[in-house]
Structures are given as structure tokens and as C-alpha cells.
């Protein structure tokens, strides 16, 4: 069952990114009444989600109309024109706020934009402003509750962007994942959350926690909106060495079309599968039903149920160096959840620490044997729908092995709990082939008929 929609204050915002920017490229919208609407859903729901850090109505409004006088001069608008995206407070943006859900970086305001900020700009995107992120990308969490029911946590550490989008504030944001930090957010928000290739874009002006680990990732309402954000981002920074000179796929409009033969599903039990509920197991089960022999299961050796605490090996060790900063001016204004991880960060050997970095390429090549019998991998995105209660934002145990192996992997809102929350269904793709990873989704949601996702 698709999950449910959001209370609507405009009708015309819940179309979709990709038909918002259509109508205002047209001349049928205008950018400023688009941004206030959206405006007006953030009054609306805002004290009772609690998504933004930073938001500034006359700073949003003042883009939107700039926007609509460049639309009017005939000069051919970007391809974000006018849709407003909202970016977690581990961003840079220049002369605004990015404080890293931190007090140490309290009023700290930067010089210079981080490198998808520039490339938002220059695509025609409105900065809405910033959201709500966990403690430094961890796990201490922060105000924002989930859209669908405030006693339940939104995820982390992308908590404000997963939830902006699922509130219907906005149609788009940017977070992040070192180990589970979007897909699990987008499934318990209920909207689509999707983690590239590692290294597809760049991390340049946003706070490191794990280099070996950290992606950038996008929340969107629809798999087609999603691809739409990824074409403005993909591409190469000098300053960041994950990424390459390889030529970014054109994502929309492999995404939008449809697959040349049916595609074949490896559904696999990642490790942890014991933590997956009663009802993610049988959802789970009634979905590769309807695939039927289109779908097989694919165990994975026993090498992979090291992969957890190989992830969090390089994550701790990486975590404690990149974050000594915080540790020398505020350690005592760390929670104890952060500073627990940066202490075993501390006691990795630098032997174990090498070791582990070598692990993605031995747990890629088993991952090869599936992907020559299937086109993509099938996973719950989460074991449970959102935990009751906002101390813990939620196990990411079916995320991290993806995060590892540096695969694309993107969560689809096609299940709703007993309890009325939404469920996402992951699917994984093979390394660097992001745009088929959301065509196979999106033949995937029309599967099950998903009315939100059928333009997706």
C-alpha cells in the first residue's frame, strides 16, 4: 500500500519537481507564488515537525522574484528553475548560518558556498533554506519529529531534509550518508531518498565525517524529481578526490524511460536480517511474491555479516581524526554518543584501520556474482518502520553495507505499516550505473500501481 499524502494547503505544490519547474519555465507559475505557497505550508506545519535550522522568508522571496524577472528578459532558464530546495546544516552556504547541528559552531556563518550550493545556484534552484541535522551527521538527535506522527523519529542525520520533503514543505533537499543517513530518513518520512554512487558528487564545502564513506544524497517526492536533481549535480571538483572526470549519465532521461527487456530482482537478506520485524518480513514477502519469476533470492557468503563493524571501523577511525577540532574546543559539549564513537575511533590500530579500506573490493566482487544474474538487488530499506520515541533515531543496519561498497542505492515509499507509518523498499544497483538504478525503481513502483509514484 502507497504511503499516505500530506495535508494540502496548495494543490498545484504537490505536483511534482519536474512539473512544477515545467509550468514556471512556461510562464503558467510564477516563481514567487510557488515559494510562498511553500512558505505557507512551512508555517503550517513547522511547530509541529520542526525541519528547519535556518529559514528566511524575505531571503527566499527576494530569489523567486529575481528568478521571474531573469524568465522575463527571454533568456532561457535553468533546468531547477525556480524550485526551492532545502539543504542540511552540514552545508556551506555563503553568509548563511551552517552550524552543523553543533553548539561549538554556534553563529557560524561561511565565506564561501560548498560546491552543490554553486551548482544549485547556477541551475535555477531557490536556497529555502537550511534543515535540521543530528549532532556533527551522528546520532544524537536534534528537535525535528516525523511528519506522519511527531511521537516518532524522522531517522538521522538527515532528519530535517527527509522530513521538509515528507511535510510537503519542500519538493527537494540534499543530506547526506556515512552509514544510513538518507535512505533510512526518506522510509520513515515516506518519501523517495537516494544514495549515489559514491564519489558521483562532491563533497566540497560539507563537513567530513568518514572520507571513505561520506555521499551525498537527495530527498524528492518522485524517482523522476530525484534523477531531475541528480543531472545538476553529478560531475568533477579538483577538491574532492572521490569524484572522477568520467562524464555524468544524463539520470531524467534514463530514469523516465522504460527498461528494454523486463528487469530480473536478486532479493537479499543483508546482515542483521534478524532485526527485521514481523511485518517488514512478510511485506517484504508479499512483494517479491508479485515479481514472481522475476525475482529470486540471492544469499549472500558469510563474509558479509563482518561488514557492519568493518563500516564502523573506518567510520570511528576516520570520525576521530576529522573531528579532532571539535574535540580540542568542545569536547565537554559532546554528546556522550559522539564522543563513545570518537574513542573507539581513537583505539583503532592503524593495521586494522588499512585493513578495513581494502574490504569494499573483496565484498564488491561477491556482489558481482549476484549482479551477473540480476539487474538490481531488492533489500527493506529499514528493519521496522520509525521507532516510537526521539532518543534514537533508528537502526540503518540495512544501509551501511551499501554506504561500504560505495553502490547506488535509493528507497521508494511503496508500503504503509499497520500503524499507518510509511515503509520504504531499497533497491540497489551496481557502482556508477545511478540512472538505470532509477529506471528499474521506477518499473518497480509501477509494479504496484503506486498513484504518487506513477510519474515517477
Same mark, same amino acid.
Given at each position: 500500500? %502507497?504511503?499516505?499524502?500530506?495535508?494540502?494547503?496548495?494543490?498545484?505544490?504537490?505536483?511534482?519537481?519536474?512539473?512544477?519547474?515545467?509550468?514556471?519555465?512556461?510562464?503558467?507559475?510564477?516563481?514567487?507564488?510557488?515559494?510562498?505557497?511553500? +512558505?505557507?505550508?512551512? =508555517?503550517?506545519?513547522?511547530?509541529?515537525?520542526?525541519?528547519?535550522?535556518?529559514?528566511?522568508?524575505?531571503?527566499? +522571496?527576494?530569489?523567486?522574484?529575481?528568478?521571474?524577472?531573469?524568465?522575463?528578459?527571454?533568456?532561457?532558464?535553468?533546468?531547477?528553475?525556480?524550485?526551492?530546495?532545502?539543504?542540511?546544516?552540514?552545508?556551506?552556504?555563503?553568509?548563511?548560518?551552517?552550524?552543523?547541528?553543533?553548539?561549538?559552531?554556534?553563529?557560524?556563518?561561511?565565506?564561501?558556498?560548498?560546491?552543490?550550493?554553486?551548482? +544549485?545556484?547556477?541551475?535555477?534552484?531557490?536556497?529555502?533554506?537550511?534543515?535540521?541535522?543530528?549532532?556533527?551527521?551522528?546520532?544524537?538527535?536534534?528537535?525535528? #519529529?516525523?511528519?506522519?506522527?511527531?511521537?516518532?523519529?524522522?531517522?538521522?542525520?538527515?532528519?530535517?531534509?527527509? =522530513?521538509?520533503?515528507?511535510?510537503?514543505?519542500?519538493?527537494?533537499?540534499?543530506?547526506?550518508?556515512?552509514?544510513?543517513?538518507?535512505?533510512?530518513?526518506?522510509?520513515?518520512?515516506?518519501?523517495?531518498?537516494?544514495?549515489?554512487?559514491?564519489?558521483?558528487?562532491?563533497?566540497?564545502?560539507?563537513?567530513?565525517?568518514?572520507?571513505?564513506?561520506?555521499?551525498?544524497?537527495?530527498?524528492? #517526492?518522485?524517482?523522476?524529481?530525484?534523477?531531475?536533481?541528480?543531472?545538476?549535480?553529478?560531475?568533477?571538483?579538483?577538491?574532492?578526490?572521490?569524484?572522477?572526470?568520467?562524464?555524468?549519465?544524463?539520470?531524467?532521461?534514463?530514469?523516465?524511460?522504460?527498461?528494454?527487456?523486463?528487469?530480473?530482482?536478486?532479493?537479499?537478506?543483508?546482515?542483521?536480517?534478524?532485526?527485521?520485524?514481523?511485518?517488514?518480513?512478510?511485506?517484504?514477502?508479499?512483494?517479491?511474491?508479485?515479481?514472481?519469476?522475476?525475482?529470486?533470492?540471492?544469499?549472500?557468503?558469510?563474509?558479509?555479516?563482518?561488514?557492519?563493524?568493518?563500516?564502523?571501523?573506518?567510520?570511528?577511525?576516520?570520525?576521530?581524526?576529522?573531528?579532532?577540532?571539535?574535540?580540542?574546543?568542545?569536547?565537554? #559539549?559532546?554528546?556522550?554518543?559522539?564522543?563513545?564513537?570518537?574513542?573507539?575511533?581513537?583505539?583503532?590500530?592503524?593495521?586494522?584501520?588499512?585493513? %578495513?579500506?581494502?574490504?569494499?573490493?573483496?565484498?564488491?566482487?561477491?556482489?558481482?556474482?549476484?549482479?551477473?544474474?540480476?539487474?538490481?538487488?531488492?533489500?527493506?530499506?529499514?528493519?521496522?518502520?520509525?521507532?516510537?520515541?526521539?532518543?534514537?533515531?533508528?537502526?540503518?543496519?540495512?544501509?551501511?553495507?551499501?554506504?561500504?561498497?560505495?553502490?547506488?542505492?535509493?528507497?521508494?515509499?511503496? +508500503?504503509? %505499516?499497520?500503524?499507518?507509518?510509511?515503509?520504504?523498499?531499497?533497491?540497489?544497483?551496481?557502482?556508477?550505473?545511478?540512472?538505470?538504478?532509477?529506471?528499474?525503481? #521506477?518499473?518497480? =513502483?509501477?509494479?504496484?500501481?503506486?498513484?504518487?509514484?506513477?510519474?515517477?
Amino acid at each position: 500500500m %502507497a504511503a499516505k499524502t500530506q495535508n494540502k494547503v496548495d494543490p498545484k505544490l504537490d505536483l511534482s519537481a519536474v512539473e512544477l519547474r515545467d509550468r514556471m519555465v512556461k510562464g503558467e507559475l510564477k516563481a514567487v507564488d510557488v515559494a510562498q505557497g511553500f +512558505l505557507d505550508r512551512i =508555517a503550517a506545519r513547522e511547530g509541529e515537525v520542526q525541519a528547519w535550522a535556518w529559514l528566511d522568508s524575505d531571503h527566499v +522571496l527576494e530569489q523567486a522574484a529575481a528568478l521571474d524577472k531573469y524568465r522575463g528578459t527571454g533568456r532561457a532558464p535553468g533546468p531547477l528553475h525556480g524550485l526551492p530546495v532545502a539543504l542540511k546544516d552540514i552545508i556551506d552556504t555563503r553568509r548563511i548560518p551552517t552550524e552543523n547541528g553543533t553548539p561549538i559552531d554556534e553563529g557560524r556563518v561561511p565565506v564561501k558556498d560548498a560546491y552543490v550550493v554553486e551548482r +544549485l545556484k547556477a541551475a535555477g534552484a531557490i536556497i529555502m533554506g537550511k534543515t535540521v541535522a543530528t549532532e556533527l551527521a551522528y546520532r544524537q538527535p536534534g528537535k525535528t #519529529r516525523n511528519p506522519h506522527n511527531p511521537k516518532h523519529t524522522p531517522g538521522g542525520s538527515s532528519s530535517g531534509s527527509a =522530513a521538509a520533503v515528507g511535510a510537503g514543505m519542500v519538493p527537494l533537499a540534499i543530506g547526506t550518508q556515512t552509514d544510513g543517513s538518507v535512505v533510512r530518513p526518506a522510509a520513515y518520512c515516506g518519501v523517495v531518498g537516494f544514495k549515489p554512487s559514491f564519489g558521483a558528487i562532491p563533497r566540497s564545502g560539507i563537513l567530513a565525517q568518514s572520507p571513505s564513506l561520506d555521499t551525498v544524497g537527495i530527498f524528492a #517526492r518522485t524517482l523522476q524529481d530525484a534523477a531531475l536533481l541528480s543531472d545538476c549535480l553529478f560531475g568533477h571538483d579538483e577538491a574532492d578526490k572521490a569524484t572522477d572526470l568520467t562524464p555524468p549519465p544524463r539520470m531524467l532521461k534514463i530514469a523516465k524511460s522504460d527498461p528494454p527487456v523486463t528487469p530480473m530482482v536478486g532479493f537479499v537478506r543483508p546482515p542483521g536480517w534478524d532485526e527485521a520485524d514481523s511485518q517488514t518480513q512478510m511485506a517484504m514477502k508479499e512483494f517479491t511474491d508479485l515479481l514472481g519469476e522475476g525475482c529470486f533470492e540471492a544469499p549472500l557468503p558469510n563474509v558479509f555479516s563482518d561488514a557492519p563493524a568493518i563500516r564502523e571501523r573506518i567510520n570511528f577511525a576516520e570520525m576521530a581524526k576529522c573531528y579532532y577540532s571539535y574535540e580540542r574546543r568542545g569536547w565537554d #559539549r559532546l554528546s556522550d554518543k559522539l564522543r563513545e564513537a570518537m574513542e573507539k575511533g581513537k583505539a583503532v590500530p592503524a593495521r586494522d584501520y588499512i585493513a %578495513a579500506l581494502d574490504w569494499p573490493d573483496v565484498l564488491n566482487a561477491g556482489l558481482a556474482e549476484v549482479f551477473e544474474r540480476c539487474d538490481v538487488i531488492l533489500t527493506p530499506s529499514t528493519p521496522t518502520p520509525a521507532p516510537e520515541g526521539l532518543e534514537y533515531t533508528g537502526s540503518s543496519v540495512f544501509n551501511g553495507l551499501w554506504t561500504l561498497c560505495g553502490l547506488p542505492a535509493v528507497t521508494i515509499p511503496l +508500503l504503509e %505499516a499497520e500503524n499507518g507509518l510509511p515503509m520504504g523498499v531499497q533497491v540497489i544497483g551496481r557502482k556508477g550505473d545511478d540512472a538505470r538504478l532509477l529506471r528499474t525503481a #521506477r518499473w518497480l =513502483a509501477l509494479q504496484v500501481a503506486s498513484p504518487e509514484l506513477q510519474e515517477a
